[in-house]
Each structure stands twice: as structure tokens, then as C-alpha cells.
């Protein structure tokens, strides 16, 4: 197979999508929406995220050292993307009915319809040019108990049907295209 040099970039490898929930400096609710999220192991499973810039989530990350992060699904692709698109700077970004949990280990908000919200805390802050990199312990699960069942796990997932993104498209669990970056977010009313 012949190659090609190119400038960087990651056009061929989606990344799933999760809604960061945080408490604001009022103890009010904010959620915004990030793709760079993976794992990592230091004795136990954990988690390694990175936001890029300065933006609200990353504040209230970097005061309280705990977040939740929800998985996104087909279903909550147009409240993840108005979510990820509209300033959390912007007043009354969060009055779109959202139905909000809390944690059961961490005082983190949860959006009771994702399927699988992980409750997180940081434990080591890495400072990079305009963006941190964030090492989390995983202090708690909370899954919708449908995923118990003796389903596969292949056919679990395409249940829920959780969404990735690259090169600016949101991508569905089958590969289909579900619109650029701020096009699914047009369902919502605000």
C-alpha cells in the first residue's frame, strides 16, 4: 500500500463522545462536550481526558477536581451538540430541560439519560501550551441496569447506540453519518 505524507491530523479514528458535567462556582449544573477521553491503568482502570482552551468546564474541573462523564448516544446527539456548540459562557445555555441526576459516589451532576455516566476524580493536572491534560480515578459507574442483561455486548452497544466524531462529522454507532459539528443541534429549542 503506498503512503503519503501529511500534516497531523485524525480524520480516520473516531473518538466517542461524552458530555463533562460540572458544579459552576454557584453549585449550578453545566455540561459541555468533549472527545478527547481514553483509559489508562496505574494499579487499577482510570481515565485520561484533555480540554483545549480556556472554557467553563475546564474551570469548574480545575476548582472542584471531580466531573462526570456522560456517554452520548444517538438520542442525545442534538442536546450534545447544542451543548458542545453554544458558550458556556452564554447565559441560559443550561435551560434546554435537561434531565439532571446527581452522582452516587462524587457531588458531580449526571444526565440520567445517558446510559453510562462515570463519576471522576482528577488526580493529576498536566499543563500543556493552551490545553491539560487530565488523569482521573474512576470513583464510580453508574450504567442503566438494561446493560445487565444477557444481551451480547455487541448487541448492547448497538442498543444503545453511542456516537463518535471525526473531521467535524458525528459518526452513529453503525458508521452512518449524523451531521457536521452544529447541525444536529438545530432540533433544539432554545
Request: glycine share 10%; hydrophobic share 35%.
Amino acid at each position: 500500500m503506498a503512503k503519503i505524507s501529511l500534516p497531523a491530523y485524525n480524520d480516520y479514528c473516531p473518538q466517542t463522545l461524552f458530555l463533562y458535567g460540572t458544579y459552576d462556582e454557584n453549585g449550578d449544573p453545566h455540561f459541555g462536550l468533549f472527545c478527547w477521553f481514553s483509559y489508562i491503568w496505574d494499579g487499577e482502570m482510570g481515565v485520561m481526558c484533555c480540554i483545549g482552551g480556556n472554557k467553563p468546564t475546564r474551570t469548574n474541573i480545575e476548582r472542584n477536581k471531580v466531573f462526570s462523564a456522560n456517554l452520548v448516544t444517538e438520542k442525545l446527539l442534538p442536546v450534545a451538540d447544542y451543548l458542545g456548540n453554544v458558550s458556556g459562557e452564554k447565559s441560559g445555555k443550561m435551560d434546554i430541560g435537561l434531565d439532571i441526576g446527581k452522582g452516587a459516589a462524587l457531588d458531580v451532576p449526571v444526565l440520567n439519560d445517558s446510559p453510562v455516566n462515570f463519576e471522576l476524580e482528577v488526580t493529576d493536572f498536566i499543563q500543556k501550551h493552551d490545553g491539560e491534560i487530565m488523569l482521573c480515578k474512576i470513583r464510580n459507574v453508574l450504567q442503566d441496569e438494561s446493560l445487565s442483561s444477557d444481551e451480547t455486548v455487541a448487541d448492547k452497544l448497538a442498543r444503545i447506540a453511542p456516537v463518535s466524531t471525526t473531521a467535524h462529522t458525528y459518526l452513529g454507532y453503525d458508521g452512518r453519518d449524523m451531521g457536521g459539528w452544529g447541525e444536529p443541534m438545530k432540533a433544539i429549542k432554545s
